[in-house]
């Protein structure tokens, strides 16, 4: 008997993010890669850290002005401003998208807590399921 494996697609992209010192949505270039995509994961790491402390909650978005959530909120205190370059801040579960996501832009919503300075730069991997 012949046993057939249906194969799974996996995607990787990094992008920068630069986090200000007020609430933003970021818009990235960078898009939903396929058909009913599914964010597995966005991993977030310290590139350039702040001035100051403080700390942000992000959360995925896609669509034209990233009104759109793939990901729930993190907590609060998901991204601290002022951790070393090369820290590891935390993973991010996404979840699907619907067909007609495919193409859509990429955005990550950020809510700050605290004094922030600018100059807050993240390396964001993200992993899709195709």
């Given at each position: 008997m012949?046993?057939?494996?249906t194969?799974?697609?996996i995607?990787?992209?990094?992008?920068t993010?630069?986090?200000?010192?007020?609430?933003?949505?970021?818009?990235?270039?960078?898009v939903v890669?396929?058909?009913?995509?599914?964010?597995?994961?966005?991993?977030?790491?310290?590139?350039?850290?702040?001035?100051?402390?403080?700390?942000?909650s992000?959360?995925?978005?896609?669509?034209?002005?990233?009104?759109?959530?793939?990901?729930a909120?993190?907590?609060?205190?998901?991204?601290?401003?002022?951790?070393?370059?090369g820290?590891i801040?935390?993973?991010?579960d996404?979840g699907?998208?619907?067909g007609?996501?495919?193409?859509?832009r990429?955005a990550?919503?950020?809510v700050k807590?605290g004094?922030?300075?600018?100059?807050?730069?993240?390396?964001?991997?993200?992993?899709?399921?195709?």
């Amino acid at each position: 008997m012949r046993k057939s494996v249906t194969g799974t697609v996996i995607t990787q992209n990094t992008v920068t993010l630069a986090i200000g010192d007020v609430d933003q949505t970021n818009l990235l270039d960078l898009v939903v890669p396929g058909p009913n995509a599914v964010l597995r994961q966005a991993s977030f790491t310290t590139k350039t850290a702040g001035a100051t402390t403080g700390t942000f909650s992000v959360q995925i978005m896609r669509g034209p002005a990233g009104a759109v959530a793939i990901s729930a909120p993190s907590a609060a205190t998901f991204i601290d401003a002022d951790l070393v370059t090369g820290t590891i801040q935390g993973q991010l579960d996404g979840g699907p998208t619907d067909g007609a996501a495919e193409g859509d832009r990429l955005a990550i919503k950020t809510v700050k807590t605290g004094t922030v300075s600018t100059g807050v730069i993240m390396l964001v991997t993200f992993i899709w399921i195709l």
